[in-house]
């Protein structure tokens, strides 16, 4: 994998407006996909757009779509005057 298809850790902190210790720990716990090249890292561009929040993955659909089905169970009524307004 040449360099221009990976992005450094400083990089990526300072896309998602972090620190650098606070990437390299969701590198360590395994929260972000890196690949370790000698002494440093380097994240595939591949997976930005879901670190970045751009795209959702099953999982993270079938929550929301669960929270929004618990919301509108718990508040439904409400929801429905409000919606009037």
Do not use: W
Not at 7 to 34: C, D, E, M
Not at 38 to 66: C, F, M, T, W
Not at 69 to 75: G, L, P, S
């Amino acid at each position: 994998m040449n360099s221009k298809a990976c992005i450094t850790i400083p990089q990526l902190a300072k896309a998602l407006g972090i620190s650098r210790i606070a990437v390299f720990k969701k590198v360590k716990n395994g929260q972000i996909k890196a690949l370790k090249l000698g002494r440093n890292y380097a994240i595939p561009k591949r997976y930005l757009d879901h670190i970045l929040g751009r795209v959702l993955n099953k999982e993270d659909k079938k929550q929301i779509s669960s929270a929004v089905k618990k919301t509108v169970r718990e508040y439904g009524e409400t929801l429905r005057l409000l919606g009037r307004d």
